[in-house]
């Protein structure tokens, strides 16, 4: 016998334009992309329905794509760096 709870899920969203402009963005210009999810999700969670997923992805390659390029903008000073030290 299963225990029934009185919580209720979240309806999942549908997609939304934000959603898809914020998962665009990640692969285009990623910290815009990252900040649209933060976005779609904020927006999704005041209209108290759980976050497509398409946002989550957008916030996750935003974030490892700025990171990868700072890494590669900073990989010549930070070489000088080691080799002076």
Not at 14 to 31: E, Q
Not at 63 to 84: K, M, Q, R
């Amino acid at each position: 016998m299963v225990a029934s709870t009185t919580e209720a899920v979240p309806a999942r969203a549908a997609v939304t334009t934000l959603d898809v402009v914020s998962l665009l963005g990640a692969l285009l210009v990623p910290p815009v992309g990252a900040v649209f999810g933060l976005l779609a999700r904020r927006a999704a969670k005041e209209k108290e329905l759980a976050p497509h997923p398409l946002s989550t992805a957008a916030i996750v390659v935003g974030t490892f794509v700025t990171g990868v390029a700072v890494l590669y903008l900073l990989a010549p000073a930070l070489s000088t760096v080691a080799f002076l030290g």
